[in-house]
């Protein structure tokens, strides 16, 4: 960037450089999401194909920055897990986000016809961000386990409330009111008899979320390997090396493991230790 007398501005910029050896997680979430969904036409209280729209620009966003390497979805948001050693942007924290969250929702755009092929958009849907550093394992683990925690609770009570509404032709006041100060338990049992749903039978989807992650996918290929082959020498010649012109060049085939790396979208428990345990190279 050429000098100029303008220049003394850079200096107003505050560094935003983050901490060294500390988890980055940036959770990305939905702007006024309710009435993007209600002016869309999104299936209440869960749509299938806006939660796929969702995992598939997470996946978009996990392909393109390799020090992403863990993501975790529910209706209009997502986490993501930056490595440890992540150096990207020189940890500024203004070009993480940034770069982060416009990546996600240019991906959310340019994906909608495919999930949305009958619905236009109206207007064009905008995601916040932040990110947060943390020191250690334990801390990740609790945040995903957080998150995961809040899709139950929400999803839960999202889905009897809308068994009210549509069901039993309530008004979302009503609805509200009917649910207000219920417990977890009282809901499930609301939900099994009053409208016949066990509420465990539900998509693992709609109660888990969304958990992305790279995935070892070892497979065989085929290494071609030349060799030289010519006249043994003759006794008394040992020393001797074999003329070039009596060489003869063989190939020869063997078969080796390469290991790659593929995307995996899980709906699994991610509280309990068992995920990281079979995922240990997440937080390494």
Not at 93 to 99: A, E, G, Y
Not at 212 to 241: K, N, R
Request: aromatic letters at 12%.
């Amino acid at each position: 960037m050429a000098g100029s007398k303008f220049a003394y501005v850079k200096t107003f910029e505050l560094p935003d450089n983050l901490l060294p050896n500390t988890f980055l997680i940036v959770r990305l979430d939905g702007h006024a999401f309710h009435r993007f969904s209600d002016t869309h036409g999104f299936v209440k209280p869960n749509d299938e194909r806006a939660l796929q729209l969702m995992d598939h620009s997470a996946r978009m966003v996990m392909e393109e920055y390799k020090d992403v390497v863990l993501a975790f979805g529910e209706s209009d948001e997502f986490s993501f897990l930056l490595r440890k050693s992540c150096t990207l942007y020189n940890r500024r924290s203004s070009k993480i986000i940034t770069t982060l969250t416009s990546l996600f929702t240019a991906s959310y755009v340019m994906l909608w016809p495919r999930y949305f092929p009958s619905t236009p958009l109206h207007y064009a849907p905008s995601f916040d961000g932040r990110l947060v550093m943390y020191p250690g394992e334990k801390e990740v683990k609790d945040y995903f386990a957080w998150r995961q925690v809040d899709t139950h609770i929400n999803n839960l009570y999202n889905t009897v409330f809308w068994a009210l509404v549509q069901d039993k032709g309530q008004t979302a006041a009503q609805a509200h009111e009917s649910l207000r100060g219920t417990v977890s338990s009282t809901k499930h049992e609301l939900l099994f008899n009053a409208f016949g749903i066990n509420y465990n039978d539900l998509p693992a989807r709609f109660r888990k979320g969304s958990v992305l992650v790279h995935v070892e996918m070892p497979s065989p290929v085929i290494v071609e390997v030349l060799e030289a082959e010519g006249m043994p020498p003759t006794a008394g010649s040992t020393d001797e090396a074999v003329p070039q012109s009596s060489l003869s060049v063989v190939s020869k085939h063997s078969k080796k493991t390469r290991v790659t790396y593929e995307i995996s979208t899980l709906h699994c428990d991610i509280i309990k230790d068992d995920f990281w345990s079979e995922h240990p190279k997440i937080l390494t």
